[in-house]
């Protein structure tokens, strides 16, 4: 588990993270959303011991990280902008790594590099952007350790990529409780690989949920009803979250069970009702605007 | 958890990312050792006579292996690639994130840097030296010595390496990118000499009785390894030049360097572990040290403003402010746009100028008004252990001095070295009569204001074990009573000229003796040598500042000697013999010489005949007229009663006797020296004849 408590970090005066404090469990996929300039990659760096909190500690299972050579052993980070060696080709890579990380799986390595068709012998340099994220994703995952972090590294990877990697994750997950930790400018990147999502803004977390509770608890219905009896009825029985009408279509983004909501449908006059899943953009739309933030300005621009 | 070998991974992954920085040491070495040699040696085997050979190949191998600048050069420019290319993942944010992340300690990280930086110098160096021993010994060119020297030079170079590396080091952790930390190296390596040589600048500049003999204690480097190292380069030379051991230079030195290297070593881990990783990129590693080094660096900077605008306007004040204000606001605007890499920010923090503007002015301002009252130093009488007073006459830059090997010292260097004049309060005396005096010669020294000047560089060996060097400046003519209690010190007068002391007896009875006032030179029987120095001896102790004040000398000793010099090599071709010469003056009172040489024949005022002389030609330097050529007889009997011979002049007490108007060039008749043979000669003052004052 890694514990961030009370993490703060400024950079020559200028708050980069304020009191930050989010709990990742084991065997989970945990993204961290935010836009730019929202501190992912500051708590990022924090979170692998690059930086030095000003106050508050980062925990992994139970040691602190920074400075930490036993703690840093249990992660692999990727960050926003891989350095690889000067000259180095991905059998170097792996050299120097698995020199690091004594658990490192080459044949695994050497696999995947076949499977997603790079060439160990070839000059890093010459990858293309993609290209290098793959290989830094492969060692990561093959250097077999509990957690992976990853600043915005499936930002740009294409479908077809991202597909392989999410199935490598799930296969790992399975397998030895891998933790990848992803952090991410666009929670539509995010979506279909977390498990987990941290919601960054100006340094602070607004929120932190399960993709799952979240997406089981926040429903969007749509309704015309038969009279403004029926309608009262339902919005009084109803945890509202956002309420819009455009002529007698009713639609709420309500909380509760789908079986609740059901229910309570069935048993009022209704000309028409669907109860629609949300995407996980719409549900952060609902859960930041509960909590005064204009999500669409702050993730999607 | 890192695998058992992962130091050693972690060695071999830094060695592999720092190829080129290897590649280009062995490169260098293997060019500046065998391949030098070997240039060395084939122009040698072509061009040199064969009873040299053997001999010039020794020294070819030795200026190759032992002590090379290129060498030096080297190492310094090695030691900071190194250090920058060791460190240089600080710099950058990628690398960083890269390099923290893994699972490597900062020690251990730190730890293989440091090694592999010693082993890319150290290993192509012990290889390349190796090879080129062998080569040499191909050639049979062996010399114990001097592969003990080769492998000295080359321990002592690693230390220099390592000095250099760590303060290279320091200025990595300091700053935080590239241009930052080489202008910090080169202000760290530069720092503590640059400052003493400023401050140098401005006791000579500003102080009349500064005298550069202060300047050998304050000089000596105790925290650049640059500055130790060129010192050090200087001992070693100087210790084999003179075939004396050099190993004391050596050890004092490696003793140096490695404390050096270790304080700075530990400081240098203590900031890695110490720096904020965010300063990657950033001109300053640390927000603290910013303030601290830019106000360090304003000082001197704005002194040197300071001192190059009051020179430039003629020393006057408003250049000096002016030049110390430009220099405060162009050093801190530099530094503050470095700091913040913007322009726009140059002049942030004015709270600095303000600060160093009072410094800088205070510093100034001691200097230029004395406020600690340099120029009136007396030293205090309970504190005084000894003195020394180096005279400017009476017998002026024609006395010479050699050391125990023969070298040529100055008057100066040889009488601090030898006299110790216990007369506490003569001392005090001088020093007192020179503070009283220092405010007339605000014109200068010798300036038309003082012609009665005479000067002295003083030095005061105070209980404390320290010296005071002064020169001091008074008027001889209002001081007589001084000068004759200088004269009547036994330790001044044995200690003036090296004519007491054992370099000078043991040769006594080698030197071949002339008289000459350059109108007549006779040489002297050998014999009468000793008697002749004793004589001399006497009348020097006994002379008196009366004896000589407005006198000039008569003539003058010539003493020569060739002696054996044990250094020399033989097979050199190099000349092995040393040629020592002194001049002794000798005066009208000194009449226990004029005694000897009476013996000999010879009248110490004898002058030639105006029968013997051709022609006199006289030029008049005031009116610059054309120079009048005098023939008759008795006009030349008129002349050569009314002139001196300019080397006399040398030997002059004081300068207030003779006319310098005027040069007298007396051509003798060839069959008087067996050839043509001029002597040039000034008038001696109210002696200018009036036909060529009316010419």
């Known amino acids: ?301 | 958890m890192t695998s058992k070998n992962s130091f050693l991974v972690d060695l071999k992954q830094n060695a592999v990312r720092r190829t080129w920085s290897i590649l280009l040491f062995a490169i260098s070495f293997f060019f500046v050792l065998p391949v030098t040699l070997m240039v060395n040696f084939s122009s040698l085997l072509k061009y040199t006579e064969e009873q040299f050979l053997a001999k010039q190949m020794l020294v070819s191998f030795k200026s190759v292996v032992v002590l090379n600048p290129f060498i030096m050069a080297a190492t310094v420019i090695f030691a900071i690639i190194a250090a920058i290319h060791g460190f240089s993942y600080l710099y950058s944010r990628k690398k960083t994130d890269m390099y923290l992340s893994v699972p490597v300690s900062i020690e251990k990280r730190f730890a293989a840097i440091f090694i592999n930086s010693m082993l890319m110098y150290v290993v192509p160096y012990i290889i390349f030296l190796i090879i080129t021993i062998i080569i040499a010994g191909t050639y049979g060119v062996k010399d114990a010595y001097i592969i003990k020297m080769a492998f000295v030079s080359f321990g002592i170079n690693t230390l220099f390496y390592l000095a250099v590396y760590a303060v290279t080091s320091i200025a990595v952790m300091l700053t935080g990118n590239l241009p930052v930390t080489v202008l910090g190296t080169g202000t760290l390596l530069c720092y503590e000499n640059g400052v003493k040589i400023l401050l140098l600048s401005m006791f000579s500049n500003y102080f009349k009785t500064y005298s550069p003999f202060s300047d050998e204690k304050f000089l000596k480097t105790w925290f650049s390894p640059l500055g130790l190292f060129l010192s050090f380069q200087n001992d070693f030379a100087l210790a084999l030049k003179d075939n004396i051991s050099v190993m004391p230079v050596v050890e004092k030195a490696a003793l140096h360097l490695v404390v050096l290297a270790i304080v700075y070593m530990v400081i240098t881990f203590l900031l890695y572990k110490a720096r904020p990783i965010e300063a990657c990129s950033k001109s300053m590693a640390f927000k603290k040290s910013k303030k601290v080094i830019k106000r360090l660096i304003m000082i001197p900077v704005a002194l040197v403003f300071c001192l190059f605008f009051e020179s430039a306007s003629g020393n006057s004040l408003g250049g000096a402010i002016f030049g110390l204000a430009a220099g405060i606001i162009l050093c801190h605007c530099v530094i503050q746009a470095i700091y913040e890499q913007d322009l726009k920010a140059a002049f942030k923090d004015k709270r600095s100028i303000i600060y160093i503007a009072v410094i800088a002015g205070f510093i100034f301002a001691v200097f230029k008004f004395d406020i600690a009252g340099y120029d009136k130093y007396i030293p205090n009488e309970n504190k005084l252990v000894s003195g020394t007073i180096s005279l400017d006459t009476p017998f002026g830059n024609r006395a010479s001095f050699y050391d125990d090997e023969y070298d040529n010292v100055t008057g100066d260097r040889y009488r601090f070295n030898n006299m110790n004049i216990i007369d506490k309060s003569l001392l005090c005396d001088i020093a007192y009569t020179a503070a009283q005096e220092i405010d007339n010669y605000s014109t200068g020294y010798g300036s038309e204001d003082n012609p009665y000047t005479i000067s002295a560089t003083m030095k005061y060996t105070l209980s404390n074990g320290k010296s005071v060097y002064r020169n001091v400046y008074f008027d001889y003519k209002e001081n007589q009573e001084l000068l004759n209690r200088i004269f009547a010190d036994v330790n001044f007068k044995e200690n003036y000229l090296q004519l007491f002391d054992s370099i000078f007896a043991k040769n006594e009875s080698l030197y071949e003796i002339r008289y000459s006032n350059d109108f007549i030179t006779e040489t002297l029987s050998n014999g009468l040598n000793n008697e002749l120095i004793s004589a001399y001896k006497k009348d020097f102790i006994d002379m008196t500042f009366s004896d000589v004040e407005n006198t000039l000398a008569s003539g003058y000793l010539e003493m020569y000697a060739v002696i054996k010099n044990d250094n020399a090599d033989e097979n050199s071709g190099m000349d092995d013999s040393i040629n020592i010469y002194y001049e002794f003056p000798v005066f009208d009172s000194f009449e226990n010489t004029k005694a000897v040489l009476q013996k000999q024949g010879i009248d110490i005022n004898e002058r030639v005949s105006k029968e013997d002389v051709f022609s006199v030609t006289v030029y008049d330097y005031v009116n610059n007229t054309e120079p009048i050529e005098i023939t008759d007889a008795d006009q030349i009997e008129e002349i050569l009663d009314a002139v001196y011979a300019r080397s006399q002049v040398y030997f002059s007490a004081v300068n207030s006797h003779y006319n310098n108007d005027y040069d007298v060039d007396i051509s003798i008749k060839p069959e008087k020296y067996n050839g043509y043979y001029n002597i040039g000669c000034g008038f001696k003052n109210g002696h200018v004849p009036d036909f060529i004052k009316q010419n």
Do not use: W
Not at chain 1, 226 to 246: C, G, S
Not at chain 1, 286 to 298: P, Q
């Open chain 1, 1 to 301: 588990m890694i514990e961030l408590n009370g993490l703060n970090k400024s950079f020559d005066g200028i708050k980069a993270v304020d009191n930050i404090s989010v709990t990742i469990k084991e065997g989970s996929v945990f993204g961290l959303i935010g836009t730019n300039g929202a501190g992912k990659s500051t708590v990022m760096r924090l979170m692998t011991g690059i930086l030095r909190p000003d106050s508050g500690s980062v925990l992994i299972d139970g040691e602190k990280v920074y400075n930490n050579v036993s703690s840093k052993s249990k992660f692999f980070f990727i960050s926003d902008d891989q350095y690889f060696f000067a000259t180095a080709n991905a059998k170097d890579m792996e050299r120097y790594y698995s020199s690091l990380y004594p658990n490192f799986d080459k044949g695994a390595f050497y696999d995947y590099l076949i499977r997603f068709g790079l060439d160990a012998g070839r000059k890093i340099n010459t990858f293309s952007k993609g290209m290098k994220r793959q290989l830094i994703l492969l060692l990561g995952i093959c250097a077999n350790t509990k957690y992976l972090i990853c600043d915005e590294t499936f930002d740009g990877l294409d479908p077809v990529i991202r597909q392989g990697i999410k199935s490598i994750f799930a296969s790992e997950i399975e397998k030895r409780q891998l933790t990848p930790i992803i952090a991410s400018h666009n929670l539509r990147e995010l979506e279909d690989i977390c498990d987990h999502v941290g919601l960054l803004h100006k340094g602070g977390v607004l929120l932190s949920k399960d993709i799952e509770e979240m997406k089981c608890s926040i429903l969007k219905i749509q309704c015309v009803f038969k009279n403004d009896n029926e309608r009262e009825k339902a919005e009084k029985n109803l945890t509202i979250l956002k309420d819009d009408v455009r002529g007698s279509l009713h639609t709420y983004t309500v909380r509760g069970t789908h079986e609740e909501v059901e229910r309570l449908f069935t048993s009022l006059e209704t000309i028409f009702f669907e109860v629609l899943p949300l995407s996980l953009e719409e549900i952060f739309i609902s859960e930041t605007e509960v909590a005064g933030y204009d999500i669409k300005k702050l993730i999607f621009g």
